[in-house]
Nanobody, 116 residues
Framework: VQLQASGGGLVQAGGSLRLSCVAP????????MGWYRQAPGKQRELVAT?????????IYADSVKGRFTISRGNAANRVFLQMDSLKPEDTAVYYC?????????WGQGTQVTVSS
């Protein structure tokens, strides 16, 4: 099962990018969707997660609060990450993440590069 992520690219510091992710229809019972990232030589870290439905809360890493916004699409299997005021330290491979009540899934990763 493969999550389809897109929207990465090269942008100057202060710029914006919007990441999108679609989970295939074969994934049922989605509980949480979100984004993680991994910079060269570093561990994968949480960027933001958003629950399905009205329960739960949105979580952001402290480093992106006030600059990134996670949202769900009208379809329950879509998640977006609006990234504004990008900094060079945001450079990483960004991975889409889906958690169901029984499993978790990862996308193939999309590269985000922020030049100074």
């Amino acid at each position: 099962v493969q999550l389809q992520a897109s929207g990465g690219g090269l942008v100057q510091a202060g710029g914006s990018l919007r990441l999108s992710c679609v989970a295939p229809g074969s994934i049922f019972g989605i509980d949480v969707m979100g984004w993680y990232r991994q910079a060269p030589g570093k561990q994968r870290e949480l960027v933001a997660t958003i629950p399905s439905g009205n329960g739960g809360r949105i979580i952001y890493a402290d480093s992106v609060k006030g600059r990134f916004t996670i949202s769900r699409g009208n379809a329950a299997n879509r998640v977006f990450l609006q990234m504004d005021s990008l900094k060079p330290e945001d450079t990483a491979v960004y991975y889409c993440y889906v958690r169901t009540f029984s499993s978790s899934y990862w996308g193939q990763g999309t590269q985000v590069t922020v030049s100074s």
